[in-house]
C-alpha cells in the first residue's frame, strides 16, 4: 500500500490480516482439540496395565490357601514303683483345637488307671492289690466368635471318677468368653507364645453316684447348676519353656449349695518342636464330696506330650 495511502486505509487492512490470522489459529485450534479427543478415546479404550507385584506379593499369590487344620497333641505319664510295696498309674490327656474365621473347635480327653499293691508283712497273708485311679473324661466345645477378642460358645462333656463315687457326670453349659490377648511365638518378631482367655458361663450337670470301693453301696444322685468362671493363662518364660494355669469354680445354686474348683499348673520344655517334657500339678476340691470321700485331691505329674 503506498506511504501515502489514508491512514483509515492502512488500519482497515491491518485488521483484515489480524482477522485472517486469527481464522486459522482457530482452525488450528480446532484440529488439536479432535486430535486430543480421538487420543484420549482411544486411550479409554485400552486399559492400563498394572504396576508389577512384588516378590512378596507374588509369593502370597502363587502359595495355595492353606486350609485350616486340627493342632493335635497327646500327652502320657507313668509311675511305676516295685520292691517291698508296688504301685503302677497310668494317666493319659489328648487335645484338639481347630479354629477357623468365625469358629473355634476343640476336644478333650483324659484318664487314669493306677493299682497298688500294701507292703507285705511276714507271717501274714499276701496282700491283695487295690485301685487306687479309676477316671476317665471327654469334652467337646464350639466357640462363635462375634469379634477377635469376643465370642459365644457351647459345650458339653462327661466324666466319671470311681475312687471318688462318681459314677458319671454328664454337664452341658453355654456361656461367653474373652480372648484378652494372644501371641505366636515368632523368633523374627522376638514374640513368645502367650495366651490369656476368661469364661462366664451357665453349666448343668447330672451326677449319679456309687460306692465301689471298699463296699459296693448305692449312694443318691445329685443336680448341680449354676454360674462357672474359668481362666486359661499360657506363657513363653523363654524360647523353649512354657508355663500354663487352668483354673474353673462351679458355684451349684441348686438343690444343696456347693463348690467345685479345680486347677492344672503345667511346665513344659521343648525338646524339638513336636516333643515336650513336662511336669504338672494338679488339684480338685469339692465342699460336698459323696459320702466318706475327702473334699480335696492332688496330683503330682511327670509326663511326655508329643504334638502330632
Known amino acids: 500500500m503506498p506511504a501515502d495511502a489514508p491512514a483509515a486505509e492502512r488500519a482497515a487492512a491491518a485488521a483484515e490480516r489480524a482477522a485472517l490470522a486469527a481464522e486459522r489459529a482457530a482452525e488450528a485450534s480446532a484440529r488439536l482439540a479432535e486430535a486430543i479427543e480421538k487420543l484420549a478415546d482411544v486411550t479409554a479404550r485400552q486399559p492400563i496395565a498394572p504396576p508389577p507385584p512384588t516378590p512378596e506379593a507374588a509369593a502370597a499369590a502363587a502359595a495355595p490357601a492353606k486350609p485350616s487344620s486340627w493342632d493335635v497333641s497327646v500327652g502320657l505319664s507313668l509311675i511305676s514303683i516295685t520292691g ?18 468365625k469358629w473355634i473347635y476343640s476336644i478333650k480327653a483324659y484318664g487314669a488307671y493306677g493299682r497298688s499293691r500294701p507292703p507285705e508283712v511276714e507271717g501274714e497273708v499276701e496282700s491283695l492289690s487295690q485301685v487306687v485311679a479309676l477316671n476317665a473324661g ?36 453355654a456361656g461367653a468368653s474373652i480372648l484378652w490377648f494372644d501371641t505366636k511365638k515368632d523368633e523374627k518378631l522376638g514374640t513368645r507364645d502367650s495366651v490369656l482367655r476368661t469364661d462366664f458361663a451357665f453349666r448343668y450337670a447330672r451326677e449319679t453316684r456309687f460306692q465301689y470301693y471298699p463296699d459296693r453301696v448305692d449312694l443318691p444322685d445329685v443336680d448341680l447348676g449354676g454360674p462357672r468362671f474359668g481362666a486359661l493363662f499360657r506363657y513363653g518364660i523363654s524360647k523353649d519353656i512354657t508355663f500354663q494355669e487352668e483354673a474353673e469354680i462351679l458355684v451349684s445354686v441348686i ?38 470321700k475327702v473334699s480335696t485331691d492332688t496330683a503330682l505329674s511327670f509326663n511326655l506330650t508329643v504334638a502330632l
Open 138 to 173: 471327654f469334652e467337646l466345645r464350639g466357640d462363635r466368635r462375634f469379634t477377635e477378642q469376643l465370642s459365644g460358645y457351647l459345650l458339653a462333656g462327661v466324666d466319671t471318677d470311681h475312687i471318688k463315687s462318681v459314677e458319671s457326670r454328664p454337664y452341658g453349659e
Open 84 to 101: 517291698n510295696a508296688s504301685t503302677l498309674t497310668v494317666s493319659g490327656l489328648g487335645s484338639a483345637l481347630r479354629k477357623t474365621e
Open 255 to 292: 438343690s444343696d449349695s456347693r463348690i467345685l474348683f479345680s486347677s492344672q499348673t503345667q511346665v513344659m520344655a521343648s525338646l524339638t518342636d513336636a516333643l515336650a517334657l513336662g511336669v504338672g500339678f494338679q488339684v480338685k476340691a469339692d465342699s460336698a464330696p459323696p459320702p466318706g
